[in-house]
C-alpha cells in the first residue's frame, strides 16, 4: 500500500519558518515534491528534487524555501523560511515513479500578517 504521510504544519507570523515532512512507504520513488492549493486556487507547484538532489523552485519561494531529501529514509522536507501571509495554503507532497504522480493527505500552512 502507498503512503505519503505529511507533518509539520501550522500557524506561524509572518516572517517566521515552518519545516515539513513528508514520509512515504510502498513504492520505489524517483522525483518528489511539494504542492500547494491556497482557497479558490488551483494546485501549484511550489518544489521538486530529484534522487540525484536536483531541485527546482517556482519563482515566488526562490531564496526561502529549501526542499531536500533523505533516500535511505524515503522522506522529503520542506524548510520555509521568511513565510508571507501568501504562503498560506495547503500544503501536499508528491511522489513521481512510473509516470505515476501519488499524493498525501495535504497538511494546513496558515501565515498570518
Known amino acids: 500500500q502507498v503512503q505519503l504521510v505529511e507533518s509539520g504544519g501550522g500557524l506561524v507570523q509572518a516572517g517566521g519558518s515552518l519545516r515539513l515532512s513528508c514520509v512515504t512507504s510502498g513504492i520505489s520513488v524517483g522525483a518528489m515534491g511539494w504542492y500547494r492549493q491556497a482557497p479558490g486556487k488551483q494546485r501549484e507547484l511550489v518544489a521538486t528534487?530529484?534522487?540525484?538532489?536536483?531541485?527546482n523552485y517556482t519563482e515566488s519561494v526562490k531564496g526561502r524555501f529549501t526542499i531536500s531529501r533523505d533516500n535511505a529514509k524515503k522522506t522529503v522536507y520542506l524548510q520555509m523560511n521568511s513565510l508571507r501571509p501568501e504562503d498560506s495554503a495547503v500544503y501536499f507532497c508528491?511522489?513521481?515513479?512510473?509516470?505515476?504522480?501519488?499524493w498525501g493527505q495535504g497538511t494546513q500552512v496558515t501565515v498570518s500578517s
Open positions: 508528491a511522489a513521481f515513479t512510473f509516470g505515476i504522480t501519488y
Open positions: 528534487i530529484t534522487r540525484g538532489m536536483t531541485t
